[in-house]
């Protein structure tokens, strides 16, 4: 299965674990907002993600009484496992502006705006976008390099996504492309930061480890000699970190996390004093300082919400 496969599907699965009923509602808007036709005359949506397309089909007979159209073109298997292509429909203009309407579009609303009167809590943002990536986007494996996109038959489509995106603290570089309107990140850590503010937190963690191995192999240390030589810095840094992973243990989220970014919470917890090039040695295997830092970064970000 490829890294983009498996990404996704592991988004529907978290998808599935949606417990308000308003992210459920933003995650289906954003997935046909990604569709490659999304207009009030016809709805159409191609993925090689069967169970986001069975998922879609189940969500859109639940909540609106809509039965699509599901076709599986292919199913075949090869080196990156069974691989399905699928395309739903909704092919009457009755149904396509019955769900225009439910999504909050009046007449005169250009069919490319984002409806935000959508969304009613902080999950709703992620959901949508959430939905979006897993039918427009595609991603890069790590071991290959750092690649992150969506793609629009509308520049004014991208355009509202790329705002929305912005205004989250996300902002994406956008270029053309075959007569299509692209929205991408080429850097490791926005591309982490986009996978982490959607759920896809497995996969943030695979690129940042990738990244971790290639510093390992090359020898590189890319943190600066005099990063924390003030040692004032050094303490609320590491008292930043302690609260952090304190947080992430009252709440249960420890429990929820990739095995190695919970090695570095107990292990800065257990070393308060610790030096970063001192808790990289304690791994096992041990990894660099510049990934233990890494490591701690994410683990403030993920407690500062817990």
């Not at 599986?72 to 292509?85: C, D, F, H, N, V």
Request: hydrophobic fraction near 40%.
């Amino acid at each position: 299965m490829s890294f983009a496969h498996e990404t996704k599907t592991a988004l529907v699965d978290t998808a599935l674990q949606i417990k308000h009923q308003c992210c459920r509602r933003a995650f289906l808007y954003g997935a046909l907002y990604g569709a490659g036709t999304f207009s009030r005359q016809r709805i159409k949506l191609v993925t090689t993600c069967e169970p986001f397309a069975e998922l879609l089909v189940r969500w859109l007979d639940e909540q609106d009484h809509i039965r699509a159209n599901l076709y599986i073109t292919e199913r075949k298997t090869g080196a990156e496992g069974e691989r399905s292509g699928c395309k739903i429909t909704i092919p009457q203009k009755r149904e396509a502006e019955k769900l225009f309407g439910s999504f909050g579009y009046a007449p005169d609303i250009a069919e490319t705006e984002i409806m935000s009167g959508m969304f009613h809590c902080q999950g709703c943002e992620p959901s949508f976008v959430r939905g979006a990536f897993i039918s427009a986007g595609t991603i890069t494996d790590p071991e290959k390099g750092y690649h992150l996109e969506m793609s629009f038959a509308m520049v004014a489509a991208a355009e509202s996504l790329s705002g929305l995106l912005t205004d989250a603290g996300l902002e994406p570089k956008m270029m053309s492309r075959r007569g299509e309107s692209v929205l991408y990140y080429k850097d490791s850590e926005s591309i982490e930061n986009f996978l982490a503010y959607i759920g896809a937190n497995t996969a943030a963690f695979t690129i940042m480890n990738k990244k971790i191995e290639r510093e390992l192999r090359s020898g590189a240390n890319r943190i600066a000699n005099g990063e924390m030589a003030n040692i004032g810095k050094t303490v609320a840094a590491a008292a930043d970190q302690i609260n952090a992973i304190n947080n992430l243990i009252r709440s249960g989220e420890i429990e929820r996390i990739p095995e190695e970014l919970k090695q570095t919470a107990y292990l800065r917890l257990e070393n308060e004093d610790a030096t970063l090039a001192a808790l990289a040695e304690m791994h096992t295997p041990p990894i660099t300082k510049s990934g233990v830092n890494h490591r701690l970064k994410k683990l403030v970000e993920l407690g500062s919400g817990a």
